[in-house]
């Protein structure tokens, strides 16, 4: 049985705005979920149903098999942590942790264990006295986990909350909230906009759009087998790139024709494709399995180099070829070794076909 | 009214006419509480030389045909005789002080428990018509007080409170000025402070008392002020609702006061100004920070 379960859940809003649409999703115990979308799609709106926040227009949602639309939050065993934190300007540290606990009129003596024990896991012992206003953003972070965790809660709820944090603090928050659900063998469902963010976090990740599930998988599936166009460019930075092609027979196997060029797919692929022969689809292609060449190669396609992003250890090359224009990644070593002119060669097997109507994977 | 001086430059033209303009205003505004102040320590003979018309047979032996009032900043004998008046042979005065906290207190403390329960509702429940019942206490707000004195008298007359304070302390206490600036103040607090009491286990009064009222003190110290001051200064409800002069508040005795008793007028202008002076000084800074949050500029 798994730990919270969505069936078929719906949130329309007055004036028939549909946020989320017919969502099913089960979560088991002790996984970190991560709902990832662009703005909009619905996947803050999908937390704060299971948090209790927002009533569900219809649908259900279970939590260790009990149904809890009509639960409230409270009842909930469910702890959450804000976007913006939401630490009590007024009250110290010590105070905001606690605020939970005494409402729930736990003993003095336990609440003082329960927060010397967290802040001691948090780093954050020395930050009981003062008041959130002086402490930094990862200090805030950390207490806004804190206060989540003194509740020993079963689920946990996070809304983008590493979004107010600059880069490298967010790297670092990102690994020790790992570090956190690995110590505190909870279920955790997070939520970003941030797809590199979903990649490094998540065990089970959901990508959203327009209050639709788009893809349920692990961060390997999402990005090796995208379901649709909109998660194959959605996750993966750069963005995949996407060229229009027609399927057509090239003896025993399947060629993809993008204008001028082809493209021949792998045995693998080519077998599953004998139905759309002659269809119009969308060739997808990762930057990173674009070889490039400073001179002609068999199969290799003419390209105009046209602006060389470096970026450390890699530089991403945006090309033109032939009218289509392609973004391909590059050991930053080896770019200044290209001419103006190059050769671009697609590795078929790490080619994705869509159907084009309707962009699901072929 | 808060202006802000950019500096320009140290000693430029600018700064320099700059500040001589708000020196200019400022002498303005300052002008009449000076001349109470220095007045009020002036011998109630001098202030009766300085402000009567009439000319005396002493005037007339003396040549002088025509008297004019005069405004002296200076006084030819400081003396505390005026403030012994008042406070020692005028118990009218202490009597009619009362009158005044009997209503600027109720009001003030009525109209903020309004205002909190109110603004909290309208900001924390969701609730259907509350955008449009808050369009109409936004547009009772901005009627002129003579527009509603009338109506006010009408429905004191209906619950016999006619002759009463209750006429001026109930109209007082439900006041939409005070709603509008609590809701506005309450709006810049986040709604995750809410959303995670909620979640923490609090109701709805543990919300108020415990998470939205410590974060709302310098709005409620700068509404206190703003009702207070203006019931303590009140006068034409004073006068459309009370008839017993012994139960009207002192800012309507003092508008009286020049005609006849103009050798104590300043002193009891100075007292009466006390006590809202001496809050708003006290509370200055959360007066500009409550008017600042609220949004109301």
């Not at chain 1, 809660?153 to 983008?160: G, H, V």
């Not at chain 1, 993966?236 to 229009?244: H, I, V």
């Not at chain 2, 009891?268 to 200055?284: D, I, N, R, T, V």
Request: aromatic share 10%; with cysteine; hydrophobic share 45%.
């Amino acid at each position: 049985m798994p730990k919270l379960s969505l069936t078929n859940v719906s949130k329309i809003y007055p004036g028939d705005i549909v946020a989320v649409d017919n969502l099913s999703l089960d979560i088991e115990e002790r996984d970190f979920v991560v709902l990832v979308g662009p703005s909009g799609c619905g996947k803050s709106t999908t937390l704060r149903m299971i948090a209790g926040l927002e009533e569900i227009t219809s649908g259900d949602l279970f939590l260790d098999g009990r149904r809890i639309n009509d639960l409230p939050s409270k009842d909930r065993d469910i702890a959450m942590v804000f976007q913006n934190y939401a630490l009590y300007p007024h009250m110290s540290v010590y105070d905001n942790i606690a605020f939970g606990l005494k409402l729930r009129k736990t003993a003095k003596p336990e609440i003082k264990r329960r927060i010397d024990e967290t802040a001691r896991m948090l780093e954050i012992d020395q930050l009981l006295p003062r008041k959130p206003k002086t402490l930094s953003g990862g200090q805030r972070q950390r207490v806004a986990m804190g206060r989540a965790i003194v509740r020993k809660a079963n689920i946990f709820l996070l809304d983008e909350p590493l979004s107010n944090l600059d880069a490298a603090l967010r790297d670092q928050i990102r690994t020790e909230l790992i570090g956190f659900h690995q110590k505190l063998d909870a279920t955790f469902i997070y939520v970003t906009h941030d797809q590199t963010e979903a990649m490094t976090l998540g065990s089970k990740i959901v990508v959203m759009d327009e209050g639709v599930v788009q893809q349920v998988d692990s961060p390997f599936g999402v990005y090796n087998r995208p379901y649709n166009l909109f998660v194959a460019g959605f996750i993966g930075s750069p963005k995949m790139n996407f060229l229009p092609a027609r399927l057509e027979q090239n003896r025993e196997l399947v060629q993809a024709v993008c204008g001028a060029h082809c493209l021949t797919l792998s045995p693998e692929q080519s077998a599953g494709l004998q139905e759309y022969l002659g269809k119009e689809a969308t060739l997808g292609v990762r930057p990173e399995n674009i070889v490039l060449y400073r001179e002609e190669k068999p199969g290799a396609w003419l390209a105009r180099k046209e602006i060389v992003e470096m970026r450390g250890a890699d530089s991403l090359v945006h090309l033109d070829c032939g009218g289509f224009k392609l973004t391909a990644r590059q050991e930053s070593s080896l770019c200044g070794e290209l001419a103006e002119d190059c050769w671009v060669s697609l590795e078929g097997r790490q080619v994705h076909i869509f159907d084009k109507q309707s962009g699901i994977r072929l | 009214m808060v202006i802000d001086v950019k500096i320009v430059g140290k000693g430029s033209v600018h700064e320099k006419l700059l500040m001589g303009l708000v020196g200019v205003v400022a002498l303005i505004f300052l002008l009449p509480l000076v001349v109470t102040i220095v007045n009020s320590l002036m011998t109630e003979k001098e202030i009766t030389w300085n402000f009567t018309t009439q000319l005396t047979s002493f005037d007339l032996i003396a040549g002088i045909k025509e008297k004019f009032q005069q405004i002296k900043l200076i006084p030819q004998q400081v003396s505390l005789s005026q403030y012994n008046d008042v406070l020692l042979n005028q118990p009218a005065f202490l009597l009619l002080l009362l009158n005044s906290l009997k209503i600027a207190v109720p009001v003030t403390f009525g109209a903020l428990i309004v205002a909190l329960l109110s603004a909290y509702g309208f900001t924390v429940w969701k609730w259907k018509y509350k955008e449009i019942i808050f369009t109409v206490y936004i547009v009772v707000m901005l009627m002129p007080l003579q527009a509603v004195l009338v109506p006010n008298y009408i429905i004191a007359d209906m619950l016999h409170i006619k002759a009463n304070y209750l006429a001026i302390i109930l109209p007082g206490i439900f006041s939409p000025f005070g709603v509008f600036l609590m809701r506005q103040s309450m709006k810049f607090i986040p709604p995750a402070y809410f959303e995670a009491a909620h979640m923490d286990g609090a109701n709805h009064w543990q919300i108020f008392w415990r998470v939205v009222m410590p974060q709302l003190k310098s709005s409620i110290a700068a509404l206190c002020m703003l009702v207070f001051i203006e019931y303590w200064n009140l006068v034409e409800q004073a006068v459309i609702f009370i008839d017993d002069y012994t139960k009207e508040p002192l800012s309507v005795f003092l508008s009286r006061m020049g005609e006849g008793w103009m050798g104590i007028v300043f002193s009891a202008s100075c007292l009466y100004m006390f006590l809202p002076l001496w809050f708003l000084l006290l509370g200055q800074k959360d007066l500009e920070k409550g008017i600042e949050l609220s949004g109301v500029k």
